[in-house]
């Protein structure tokens, strides 16, 4: 791309290899290069500003300049830089951190292990789940179901859990090991008529003969996010979780919650465990954790499983699982502090305050002519696209309208991440209602350019109405 010169853009195109991107597409329009954030908003390079509607990768929660994290990371680094854990080495930011989590979990846990990224907590879970079983002396029992459309990371077992198709193709994935089973998402996958608690029921019994045809004592873990978050935020259907878990207490099946989205206050509570009675025996969680400031993620373990860890290394000789930045004394010391802004200024509060607010907007697309279905709950949620609303018919993948959906939104000044043609809303925790407001009212007009271009296209039909805020005329 040389019209951009030496620009940071063509630098870019020159030197990065950028995750999650269309890289021949990435050649041709180079990167939007974010310079700064404040609150909600992050700016380009151009100047212009943009409402953070996914708060990055769904973690920001305290906003973008939060003066106290920044004087925790500067204050730890002064003191102890680096330090690690292995062998029997522990420093102060690692221990508080630990307890801490401890003490906000819904359910008893017993111990913390730190890593750096949420494919890393989840990988870690996996490897746990295994060295659990080996303990235990069940050999066998080693599969670990997962959720067509659930997103675990990126890594070679964790990209495994994930269920998205990109994230096996060509990538000589799933390993063995790894089943799936089917996605609660009632609006795609219910039978006609069939009521929440009946499509629960039918994909707990699609769950248990799973298990039976694989044979209970082979299946040793089911993971799953109380809401899928990347796989187009799915809130679970009534009684699912509760039917699910009699069906893997029946296998003798541990539970993997993955926390790494819900966790911190996202669906109006501490965890999306208690939003949903969820009863893990492993807890992952990151992102939110230290408000996305620094990378750092845990595998939080029950006392069955500690106590089994325990005889093993004892016969081994060695737990021998860690990572060199693991529970890293900056990222733990910025965590501890953003837990500390949670409590004193009641982020909880504040969520369970303006979440109304956000869904009622996010519903009230359900009157656009693109919107099929609106699904959220607390401060996340989504907007799926559809050619069709009455028969539900998706667009076309090759028309890539979640992107260009995506786009249009850009320009009107929203960052949101498009899952397919699903538009997912995960904003800064400290979002106002005013600024849920202006970030609603910027979207409709996105889906209404979005419309009009689909309809010069010749992909749909007709001319919305331009949508308007409830409160705004
Ligand atoms: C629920 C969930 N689990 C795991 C991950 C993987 O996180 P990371 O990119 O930190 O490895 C993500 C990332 O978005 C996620 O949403």
Not at 55 to 61: A, D, E, F, P
Not at 321 to 348: D, K, M, Q, S
Not at 355 to 368: C, I, K, S, T
Request: aromatic fraction near 8%; proline fraction near 5%.
């Amino acid at each position: 791309m040389t019209s951009l010169g030496n620009s940071a853009a063509s630098r870019d195109i020159a030197c990065v290899l950028h995750p999650y991107t269309d890289l021949k597409a990435h050649q041709r329009h180079g990167p939007l290069i974010v310079t700064h954030g404040r609150g909600i908003r992050v700016f380009d390079d151009q100047g212009r500003s943009y409402i953070e509607a996914l708060s990055g990768l769904w973690c920001v929660s305290l906003g973008f300049n939060e003066p106290r994290l920044i004087d925790a990371a500067r204050r730890q680094l002064e003191t102890l830089p680096y330090y690690h854990s292995f062998a029997h080495k522990s420093h102060e930011p690692a221990i508080e951190l630990a307890e801490r989590i401890l003490a906000l979990l819904p359910t008893t846990m017993s111990k913390v292990f730190f890593s750096n990224s949420a494919s890393e907590a989840n990988d870690t879970a996996v490897k746990m789940v295994w060295y659990y079983n080996n303990a235990c002396g069940r050999p066998q029992k080693k599969k670990i179901v997962s959720r067509i459309r659930g997103y675990h990371g990126v890594t070679v077992a964790t990209a495994s859990l994930t269920g998205l198709p990109n994230n096996h193709r060509d990538f000589d994935l799933p390993i063995a090991n790894i089943l799936h089973t089917a996605c609660p998402h009632h609006y795609r996958f219910a039978e006609i008529e069939e009521s929440e608690e009946t499509f629960a029921s039918r994909l707990a019994a699609e769950l248990e003969a799973l298990i039976e045809r694989e044979g209970p004592d082979t299946v040793a873990a089911f993971i799953a996010e109380p809401v899928m978050g990347a796989g187009g935020v799915i809130v679970p259907p009534a009684t699912y979780f509760e039917k699910i878990q009699a069906v893997l207490k029946k296998h003798d099946v541990l539970l993997i919650a993955d926390e790494v989205i819900c966790g911190f206050g996202r669906t109006g509570n501490m965890f999306g465990s208690e939003t949903f009675g969820l009863k893990p025996d492993i807890v992952t969680m990151a992102k939110q954790l230290s408000s996305g400031y620094q990378p750092i993620a845990a595998t939080v373990i029950s006392e069955a499983l500690y106590q089994a860890f325990v005889s093993q290394s004892e016969a081994i000789g060695v737990f021998a699982h860690g990572f060199t930045y693991g529970g890293h004394p900056v990222a733990c010391a910025v965590a501890i502090e953003t837990l500390n802004i949670y409590r004193e200024r009641r982020l909880l509060d504040h969520v369970r305050a303006v979440a109304p607010r956000f869904q009622e907007r996010l519903q009230a697309f359900n009157g656009h002519p693109l919107v099929g279905e609106t699904r959220g709950i607390g401060l996340i949620g989504a907007a799926e696209l559809v050619r069709d609303k009455v028969t539900r018919t998706p667009f076309e993948a090759a028309d890539r309208v979640g992107l260009l959906a995506a786009e249009v939104a850009q320009d009107e000044g929203v960052i949101l991440r498009a899952m397919g043609d699903s538009l997912a809303l995960c904003p800064p925790l400290i979002i106002t209602e005013a600024e849920i407001d202006e970030l609603f009212d910027r979207l409709a007009r996105a889906l209404d350019r979005t419309h009009q271009e689909l309809s010069r296209r010749g992909i749909v039909a007709g001319t919305p109405v331009i949508a308007r805020s409830p409160a705004s005329d």
